[in-house]
């Protein structure tokens, strides 16, 4: 088996590569690193020197691939399969690309300040970036509630790399500032991406850790 993924099945991130293996039944062989752990961490390090998940390793072409986004790129370059996570099209890849950076700066960056002021000691909490955060999710989620108007997936009626974004964003995203009533067009699109297989198992093989997550009472 050529291709090794290292990465927590907790982490928002690693979920985009994840679901990307998974719709084109990709083999690999995955490897869970616990950064807590001094052996794990240790040899994760020299995969990824910036101690950063996930890191896609691919012994048959000598490569080792960092950041989510690239590892999809990666895997729908060289082992591309039946779901066209990068369009051939250049404009259409462009679109992609662009949800894609979308979901990862709008939607999961301040997911993630607002979790990870949760984890802060409480004289260390800024409960202004939080809400500053807040807003910016609430303004993105009203962004996409325009699109998902006239759309199936994240760019038109075709599964993407946009689509593997925007899985992990929202449904963190909803724990934290939840989607309400306010936009249902969002909770639509959310509920697809749901029942998608591919991101129904990286979930359900997330489950043992959810108790790690500081929001994990919805």
Known sequence: MSLTLHFHPLASFCWKPLIALYENATAFNPVIVDLGDEQSRAAFLKISPSGKMPALRDDARGRTVLES???????AAHYPGPVELVP??????????????????????????IVGDRLRPQDKTDPLGVEQARGQLRNSYAIVE???????????????????????????ANKVEPFGDKYPAVKRYHDRLLQRPAFARVIEEAQPYFKFFPYNNG
Not at 69 to 75: D, F, G, K, N, S
Not at 94 to 101: E, G, L, M, S
Not at 146 to 172: H, I, K, N, R
Request: hydrophobic content about 50%; charged content about 20%; glycine content about 2%.
């Open 69 to 75: 986004t690239i590892v999809v790129e990666y895997l």
């Open 88 to 113: 051939a099209d250049i404009d259409l890849a462009v679109a992609v690309r662009q949800a894609d950076r979308f979901y990862d700066f709008y939607v999961q960056e301040p997911m993630q300040k």
């Open 146 to 172: 325009q699109e998902m108007q006239s759309t199936t997936w994240a760019v038109g009626d075709a599964f993407s790399l946009a689509d593997c974004a925007a899985s992990p964003a929202l449904f963190y």
